[in-house]
Structures are given as C-alpha cells and as structure tokens.
C-alpha cells in the first residue's frame, strides 16, 4: 500500500519522472519480499503489474517525455524473474517433480538466447529474453506449489474479477473519452492498429500495451469470472466483454469461444446446469451494453469480417505475409537466436522457427504441448470448475499460437500460469483425494 500511495502522489503531484526508476526498483524490492514471506500474495501483486505498468508508464511519459525502452515496463518481468529461483532450486529433481515439460521449454528459450548473445546485439536478446521465459518461470512457481492449491486458486479468481472490472471499465473509459496519455502513447508509437487517438476510434487494450495481450487477459479473467457468480462478478463481465469486444481481437474471440466448449463440455451434468444459467445472466448483464450505440456499430462490422475472409484486408496481408515467410522459418535449423525474428510477425510459428530453428523450436513445441496434452486428462476437471476453466483459458490461448506470439509477455503468462494451475491441482487432489470440490 506504501507504493502505491507513493506512485499515486508523485503521478497526481505532477512529478512522475522519478518512477521511471523507482517503480521497477520498488517493484521487484517488494516482489522478492513477498516471494520469500507470502507466496500467496506475490502471485496476486505479480499479476497487478502485468495488469497495470503500461499504464502507470503511459501517466509517466505524458508528464515527464517519452522515453524508449522504459523502464517502467521491466517492474512485471522483473517480479517475475523472482520466481526463477524455485525453478533453479528444484531443477536437478525435475524428474522426480513430474515438470519435465516445463524444463524442456525453459531450455530452449536459454539455447534461444545463448544462440542470440552470439549473432545479435545484447539489448535485444535480452528483452526477448524476458518475453519468453518469465511465462514458464511463473506457470512453473504455481505448480511448484501444488500443495497450497486451493489459496492459489481461490487468490487467481479473485484477481481476474477485480482485474477484469478495473481493465474493462477502464477500457471503455478509454474508447469514449481518448485520454490524453493514451492518445500520447498512439501518436509516439506510430502504430494503425491502435487505431486514432480520438473519442470512439481506438481499438480498446486498456491499461496494456495493445489490444491483442489486453484482450487475451480479459478472456481469462471472464472465463473465470463463471465460477463466482455475484452482482460484483456481474458487473466486471458487463464492461468486461464490452471492451474485450471493443479491442476488436478476433483471434481472442475464438479462443473465448472454443474455451467456453471445452469448459462446460468437460463438467459434470449438475455444474453444467449450474453454469449455463449463470452464463445466461452474465448475457443479460453484457448484451445490451454491446446493442447500443457508440458501441453496436464498430463490434458487428468486426464480427462480419469473419464472414468476408478474403475481402478483409487485415486477413489479406496477414495471409500473404505468412506464405511468404513460412518456408524461410521451417528452413531454420539452428535459428537466429531470440531477438532474431522478423518484426510484426503475426504467427507463432514463424517467430519460433525463426528464432530457435528446429533444435530449439522442437523441445519448446513437446514441453508446451506435454502439457495441454495431460491437462486433459486431469480428472478434477469433472468435480472442480476452476480446473475445468483454466485448462479452457490455456486451450484458448494455445490456439491463438496460429495468429499470434501469444507465448510470450502477458498473454505467455497468462497460458502457463494456468497450464501451472491445471498440473498443480492433479497432484494435490492425488495427495487429497478427500478434499474434492462438492
């Protein structure tokens, strides 16, 4: 609270500059603290800083200038980082630990960056770096925990519900007024895609960078949102699918909508019951919000380019874009090193193949793909729903891996966190077999 009440006056006091160092510094200071004292509550100030640092470096550079690369934006890897010390702790009895498949990633993204240290410039190895393996290093620190599953579980929930109302109001906040500090942030990036830093013409990403990582957190956050039907979850899922609609992701879109499937498809018949009718009145409460205007307009002509396909022209170059580099990646023996993959492109695969060739790619693919594999064939996705909703988020992330490098940054984080939860929750009802969720 002490941070917080010192971010908040020095950006309210108009004398923000000294956070471009303080906050990382604060951050990670606090972070190791916690890691070593409240494991629970590391997980939750984790998340509120992937949650929140782009914006709190927006409010910064609008006061006191742009700057590039900022530091700001180090304080969610760098809290991160911390959990890097279970890994290495437990890494000789991996085996024993049953987390092999975490280990086969994590090695790859270091064979990953040794490959870039030799072909690349430093900077930007490292910052690749940090984008690939902070995701293994939390999701494997939440399985590494498996024995306090429950507080975790119950601590994630309540984070994405209080993550998925402040992001989603703050988002349409956002889409109706164009703040200053957001449009400032458009103008610097230069980037089309957020759209223009006016009043109802940005494509809503909220309190993070852009749209995409900011609409596959919000994904996760209203899946979960499912298990703790209230009239404060209610109201998060109203302004949450509002701007999750508004950021105009469609591959998001498909990976909510395949993880609803699987979520309610792998529940048993009482709880599907159970969910379906809370499903219907989330619906009440979000519908009518997105059949209004500012909003109906810009979200239906989004959903009609799922129909027109190869007269969107978004899908036309993406399309193009990827035919033309795909035989180059899968040419990739040894790859560029991280860092090393062409910029602005739209598929995991192409990033992957390019920056750690076959020898890395392969390991990385078996481990990730180990578990999702063996999420679906935990059992305690029957009886306990948050199971079945996080191997549902990991599922919908996962297969935006066609459309985008979703394993890395926020959205990574958000894929192996819950692929953690998912393997943690099989070993502690293996230990517990009476503690099963009624």
């Known amino acids: 609270m002490g941070f917080v009440f010192i971010c908040a006056l020095l950006i309210l006091g108009r004398f923000a500059a000294p956070l471009k160092l303080l906050f990382p510094a604060g951050a990670f200071f606090i972070s190791v603290v916690l890691y070593s004292r409240q494991p629970i509550l590391y997980v939750g100030f984790t998340w509120w800083l992937w949650f929140l640092s782009p914006f709190v470096r927006r409010l910064v550079d609008h006061q006191s200038g742009w700057q590039e690369p900022s530091y700001i934006l180090l304080a969610p890897y760098l809290a991160t980082l911390a959990a890097g010390l279970t890994l290495l702790k437990e890494f000789p009895t991996s ?22 240290i030799v072909n690349l410039p430093v900077m930007s190895v490292a910052v690749k770096f940090l984008d690939w393996v902070a995701p293994i290093i939390f999701g494997y620190y939440v399985f590494a925990h498996w024995r306090r599953y429950p507080e975790f579980k119950n601590n994630l929930t309540q984070v994405f519900l209080w993550g998925v109302l402040v992001m989603g109001g703050y988002g349409i906040w956002q889409y109706m007024v164009a703040p200053a500090w957001d449009g400032f942030w458009i103008e610097q990036t230069g980037l089309v895609t957020f759209g223009k830093p006016e009043p109802l013409s940005i494509r809503v990403f909220s309190t993070m960078n852009s749209n995409g990582p900011f609409a596959v957190t919000v994904m996760a956050g209203l899946i979960l949102l499912f298990n703790t039907p209230s009239l404060l979850a209610y109201s998060a899922s109203a302004v949450g699918y509002l701007s999750f ?96 993959s062409i910029d602005h492109v739209d598929s995991a695969i192409l990033d992957m193949f390019f920056s750690l060739g076959w020898v890395g790619a392969l390991p990385y693919l078996i481990g990730l793909f180990l578990l999702i594999f063996n999420a679906f064939q935990v059992s305690a996705a029957r009886f306990d729903p948050f199971v079945s909703a996080a191997r549902a988020i990991a599922l919908g992330v996962a297969i935006q891996l066609v459309f985008g490098s979703v394993m890395t940054g926020v959205s990574g984080v958000v894929l192996w966190t819950f692929l953690g939860m998912v393997m943690a929750s099989q070993k502690y009802y293996q230990a517990n077999p009476t503690a099963r969720v009624a």
């Open 95 to 116: 085996y024993k630990r049953g987390s092999i498949p975490f280990v086969l990633s994590f090695m790859s993204v270091l064979y990953g960056g040794a490959i870039g």
């Open 245 to 340: 609609l508004l950021s105009l992701t469609r591959s998001a879109w498909i990976g909510w909508f395949l993880g609803i499937i699987v979520f309610t498809s792998s529940l048993k018949s009482s709880l599907q019951l159970k969910i379906f009718l809370v499903i219907f009145a989330m619906a009440l409460c979000a519908l009518p919000l997105t059949t209004i205007e500012p909003f109906s307009s810009v979200i239906s002509s989004r959903i009609e380019t799922f129909t027109s396909g190869g007269n969107d022209l978004s899908y036309r170059e993406r399309t193009e874009k990827y035919e033309q580099l795909l035989s180059e990646s899968l040419s990739q023996v040894i790859g560029n090193g991280l860092g090393g």
